[in-house]
Structure formats: structure tokens, C-alpha cells
């Protein structure tokens, strides 16, 4: 079964620090692996995803995501963060054929401070 | 997004009514999932159907029962709501094809609370 770790619940950053969050996943296959936003009251946003190629992939935001096989990871990074980055942010992991369901992770809360 | 749509967005319920939710899209996609989220576990899969009357379960999907009659509408119901169903629902569609998974996009999410 597939599953998906994101072992920081809380993260808080300076404005303007840079951002790393973590994400590893277990799946016994190539797997396509996502990272979703999600503001207070909303629904979730897609941020990036990766299928496979270059494993450096780029997403929305300014944000990006470095695909480690080696290491089972797929961590979040941005270079800069903004107070609107504040936000819940889940990574997911499915199946590349056919239908997939995705499974997603706890979730890391991201509080940026002045 | 606007071509997902939840109703109602928000829902007090007693406990031992059923209770549907709907999910409606615009997209004529072939995938439709029902997640429930809550505080310290994330997203869990509900049910979820592959087409029209085609419906599976998922890992929580114990009290609730699910319909697609139409590709755009897949029905959530709660036979008997109870106070452990109160939680914030999503539907998501996708167009993933053979050999092809391009993630969800998500509804705005119903708020579904059981007294």
C-alpha cells in the first residue's frame, strides 16, 4: 500500500528565509508524486507534480520539488517565502496508470513571521 | 474551481438523519473521489468512482454510501450521520487517462457538522 509521511506537523519561517518541507512516500512503483496548497477555508490548489524526466520539477508560486529515489523524498522548497505563503501544505502520491487514487500526507502547517 | 462545485457548503445535521452530499462538475471527467478532512490526519479517501454507476470504497468509507447516475454528479449519502462524520468534505476529479495521472482538482469543500 502507499503511503505518504510529512513529518513536520508546524513549520514557522522568517519572511524572506527560504523553505524546505519534507515529504517522504512509500510505493512499490515509479510513483507520481504532487504537493498541494490549501489557504484557511479553501480547497486545496495544486502546487507542482512530477511523472518523471528531470526529477528537479517547477510549480507555481515560485515553488519547486527535488524527486529523491535513492531517498523516497519529494521535498518542497521555495528560495524566498511571503506572509501569503502562510498555508497547509499536503504531499500525495498515486499510480501513473490508468485511474489513480491519490494518497496524501498530514499535512505541514506553514506560519511565516515578520 | 469553477468547474467543480459543492452544495451545501455548509451543513448542521442530528445525529441519526441522512444526509447527501453533492458533488457537480463541468469537466466531463471520467474520475470523481470524496475525501473527508480532519485535524491531524489529512485527506482520506472516502469512495470514489472510475464511471457512470462504477463506484469503489475507500479507507473510511464505512457509514457512507455513494451514486453516479450522470457523469457530472457524484452523490455522497451518510445513511445515519453520527458525531465522528463531522468533518469537512471534498469531492476532486480528474482526467487521468491510461499511463497518465494529472493529479485532482479539488471543490471548495462542504463543512458538515452532525449534533
Known sequence: AQSVTQPDIHITVSEGASLELRCNYSYGATPYLFWYVQSPGQGLQLLLKYFSGDTLVQGIKGFEAEFKRSQSSFNLRKPSVHWSDAAEYFCAVGAGSGYSTLTFGKGTMLLVSP | ?115
Not at chain 2, 39 to 64: A, Q, W
Not at chain 2, 86 to 92: D, G, L, N, Q
Request: glycine share 12%.
Open chain 2, 1 to 115: 474551481d469553477a468547474g467543480i462545485t459543492q452544495s451545501p457548503r455548509h451543513k448542521v445535521t442530528e445525529t441519526g438523519t441522512p444526509v447527501t452530499l453533492r458533488c457537480h462538475q463541468t469537466e466531463n471527467h471520467r474520475y470523481m473521489y470524496w475525501y473527508r478532512q480532519d485535524p491531524g490526519h489529512g485527506l482520506r479517501l472516502i469512495h470514489y468512482s472510475y464511471g457512470v454507476k462504477d463506484t469503489d470504497k475507500g479507507e473510511v468509507s464505512d457509514g457512507y454510501s455513494v451514486s453516479r447516475s450522470k457523469t457530472e454528479d457524484f452523490l455522497l449519502t451518510l445513511e445515519s450521520a453520527t458525531s465522528s462524520q463531522t468533518s469537512v468534505y471534498f469531492c476532486a476529479i480528474t482526467g487521468a487517462g491510461q499511463g497518465h495521472n494529472y493529479g485532482y482538482t479539488f471543490g471548495s469543500g462542504t463543512r458538515l457538522t452532525v449534533v
